[in-house]
């Protein structure tokens, strides 16, 4: 079946420091990729995505390639803020029959002044 | 424009009482997804609507949870008798139309407690 493996949390970074955050997938198809963030209190959004192979997605300073050979969706950023604090969860996307969101677990980060 | 709205934001109930879910869609989405979410775990879709009728409910506990949505547009979720095991936030999204491009809005979410 179809199933996202999420790097664990928490994890803890000073301000202005390197974020990656480790996505990779299983999927019998070409998925669309997508990073959603769930502020606490809150429903998800969507952060960004790509729908294929090579394709980065990016927003708000965050990246993510979709590396078909490596199957992975890794999240980084050059600069974590405060107010990037969060969980942060990887799905996939598949067309076809099974045409649902699958997730990851959620990685949560939180970012130290 | 206005986002996926639900109600209520929060519930506290005991076991075997019953509880509903509304949810009220982007205007114009045509696709309307309830999840279930677990502490410390991704969201598992429990049931797809397109417009009134239902896409895909393979993982949805018929025994106890029940959803429609009349008029393709608000939708609510029910759960009878509710189990320890069902505290969890519910979250609604909505989408245009389910292609592999589209990108599901979602709602508050509304966190159940059993007790």
């Known amino acids: 079946g179809n199933s996202v493996t999420q790097m664990e949390g928490p994890v803890t970074l000073s301000e202005e420091a390197f974020l990656t955050i480790n996505c990779t997938y299983t999927?019998?198809?070409?998925?669309?990729l997508f990073w959603y963030v769930q502020y606490p209190g809150e429903g998800l959004q969507l952060l960004l995505k790509?729908?294929?192979?090579?394709d980065k997605g990016s927003n708000k300073g965050f990246e993510a390639t979709y590396r078909k050979e490596t199957t992975s969706f890794h999240l980084e950023k050059g600069s974590v803020q405060v107010s990037d604090s969060a969980v942060y969860f990887c799905?996939?996307?598949?067309?076809?029959?099974?045409?649902?969101?699958?997730f990851g677990s959620g990685t949560q980060l939180t970012v130290l002044p | 424009e206005a986002g996926v709205a639900q109600s209520p934001r929060y519930k506290i109930i005991e076991k075997r009482q019953s509880v509903a879910f509304w949810c009220n869609p982007i205007?114009?989405?045509?696709?309307l997804y309830w999840y279930q979410q677990i502490l410390g775990q991704g969201p598992k879709l429990l049931i797809q609507?397109?417009?009134?009728?239902?896409?895909?409910d393979s993982q949805l506990p018929k025994d106890r949870f029940s959803a429609e949505r009349l008029k393709g547009v608000d939708s609510t979720l029910k759960i009878q008798p509710a189990k320890l095991e069902d505290s969890a936030v519910y979250l609604c999204?909505?989408?245009?139309?389910?292609?592999?491009?589209?990108?599901?809005?979602f709602g508050p979410g509304t966190r159940l407690l059993v007790l």
């Open positions: 999204a909505s989408s245009f139309i389910p292609q592999r491009q589209e990108t599901q809005y």
């Open positions: 999927a019998t198809g070409y998925p669309s």
């Open positions: 790509a729908t294929k192979a090579d």
């Open positions: 799905a996939l996307f598949l067309s076809g029959s099974a045409r649902q969101l699958t």
């Open positions: 205007s114009g989405h045509a696709t």
């Open positions: 609507f397109q417009n009134n009728g239902v896409v895909d």
